[in-house]
């Protein structure tokens, strides 16, 4: 019997698929290499079912003998370990992103006297509009909290967008970069209190109370499926804190993160330029707890803030607070720094990666913006907060085109930089 091999994610299932395993079937005995999570986070986008989901599917299928996981995109290991007589794949893959998959998969039957057999591909099948007929569906509050932390288990840098209305929400939603042979999108939004309290026109001293904050992520809840990460500010009172997460938590928020300040909060790219005071570590720990005590899911995320860096207290005063905010229940850390250069930051991730009960560390590289997302990663960041650059570009194209219709008295000249109407009236589908 020849040995067969053929991958797929398998998150969607078409006959497309069924076409390939059977002409593989017609060859031999089949072995389905079924791609990671991780692979398919990586490359593509989240998957909707988990790995274990789609292995189990794969294996009920009808001329599917064996069920393996492919590691990564590349087949060479696996073809390494089987030698397969045959490896079968759907024509599609000889032009574009696919390619240099194909031909390391020939190259290496090459050595065994493997054969790639390549079939003809599925026509009337676009997986990207079955994609976006998923996404029409939308999601339910408990799968979307739920997906942070499956996304910290898949992807080594969990890429997160500020959002502070519906339509930066459908950026951050539907946003896609084809590069390397990669899909790049965010994984998740930001809901800043910065961009939050600045798209209202007022400053952001936590001054915007939690009704408007909830008003702004139900905005974004509606036409959006990523999960939501909250700027709480402080988390404001201890008694207050606990009610808020149950309400977080009801309506499917992943996570809350709240800085370590008291009093009248300024925003900390101020630094010391403005009063700004820290909370004592047990006043701020027992927040913390409270909040983990009071929330009712396994999923939901408190994530502590510490902002020593910020206030000037040090890098010593920042890892002791990382270690008692940990066994307070925190479930990640996030650091914030103010300066141009990440050296502090760098630091404190060393000292970090060596705390015994290590939990996710956030980043949010607004001043040390030169720092490429594979450096934070390899200094050990999980998630990466670009915090406050969707309303930083907007406002400035804003008052540019109010300013050009004050000087000429009329519109004409600033055209050129609009959108056209006809673009605007159907960009949100179902307005026609
Ligand atoms: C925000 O986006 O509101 C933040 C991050 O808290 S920062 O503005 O850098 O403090
Ligand atoms: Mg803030």
Redesign the pocket.
Known sequence: MKKVYLAMSADIIHHGHINVINKAKELGEVTVGVLTDEVIAGYKRFPLLSFEERKEIIANLKGVDHVIAQETLDYVPNLQKLKPDYVVHGDDWKTGEQRCVREKVIEALRQWGGKLVEVPYTEGVSITQLDEAVHKIGTTPQSRMRRLRRLLEIKPLVRVLEAHNGLTGLIAEKTKVQKDGKLKEFDAMWI???CDSTAKGKP?IELVDLTSRLNTINDVLEVTTKPIIL?G?TGGQVEHFAFNVKTLERLGVSAIIIEDKIGLKK?SLFGTEVQQNQDSIENFSRKISEGKKAQVTDDFMIIARIESLILNAGLDDALKRAEAYIAAGADAIMIHSKEKEPDEIYAFCDHFAKLPNRVPLVVVPSSYNHVTETELMEAGANIVIYANHLIRSAYPAMLKTAQSILEHERSLECSENLMPIKEILTLIPGGK
Do not use: E
């Open positions: 800043s209190s910065l952001d700027d500010d925003n």
